[in-house]
C-alpha cells in the first residue's frame, strides 16, 4: 500500500461525489435523451452516455494493476454501447440504453472497487512506465499518471458535458 495510490483515490473521491449530484435529479425518462432547449434538440452527450462511458474505465484499473476484475466488469452491452467509438444516440423509446438506475449503480460500485484497488497498489507498481503505447504516453508516462487521469481528469471531462446538459434541460447547478 503506498502512497500514490491513495492520492489518486482521494482525488478521484471529487469527481465521484460530483457524479452523484449531477445525476441524482434527473428523471430516469430524460436520462438518455438529447437535451432539447425550447424544443431544440442539441446533439451532444447524455447522461447515460457520458456515465456508461466512464463505467468502462474501473474495469481498465483493475487489469493495469493486474487485479482481479470480476467487481468492476461491466453488463455485456456496455463496451458496444459506451466505448470511445460508439456514437451517443437520443433515446426516445426508452430501449437503447440501459436503466439509469443500472448505470448509476455500476458506476457508484465500480469507482469504489477501482479506488479500494489504488488504495493496495505500491509506489513502485504507479512509478512503472506506462504500458500502453498510445499517444496519451506522452502525458503520462508514468502508470499512476494514467491511472490518476481515468479516475480523475476523465471524469471531470464527461461529468463536464452532464453539467451542460442539466443547464440546457433548464435543470438547476447541482
Known amino acids: 500500500m503506498g502512497q500514490i495510490g491513495s492520492i489518486i483515490a482521494d ?8 457524479a452523484g449530484r449531477l445525476v441524482n435529479d434527473i428523471p430516469a425518462e430524460r436520462f438518455g435523451r438529447f437535451a432539447a ?7 451532444s452527450n447524455h447522461p447515460a452516455f457520458a456515465l456508461g462511458h466512464l463505467c468502462l474505465y474501473p474495469l481498465k484499473v483493475h487489469q493495469l494493476l493486474e487485479q482481479d476484475t470480476s467487481s468492476v466488469q461491466p453488463p455485456s452491452q456496455f463496451e458496444a454501447l459506451f466505448s470511445r467509438d460508439a456514437t451517443c444516440q437520443d433515446d426516445a423509446q426508452g430501449t437503447l440504453y440501459p436503466p439509469s438506475a443500472e448505470i448509476i449503480d455500476f458506476f457508484n460500485r465500480s469507482y469504489a472497487a477501482a479506488q479500494a484497488t489504488l488504495r493496495n497498489a505500491s509506489d ?17 508516462p508514468t502508470l499512476g499518471a494514467l491511472l490518476n487521469f481515468y479516475m480523475t481528469g ?9 453539467s451542460a446538459w442539466r443547464r440546457m434541460q433548464g435543470l438547476k447547478p447541482a
Open 37 to 43: 432547449p425550447a424544443g431544440q434538440i442539441i446533439v
Open 124 to 140: 513502485t507498481q504507479l512509478s512503472a512506465d506506462n504500458p500502453l503505447d498510445t499517444p496519451m504516453k506522452q502525458f503520462c
Open 154 to 162: 476523465h471524469v471531470t471531462n464527461h461529468l463536464g458535458q452532464i
Open 11 to 18: 482525488t478521484a473521491s471529487v469527481g465521484i461525489r460530483m
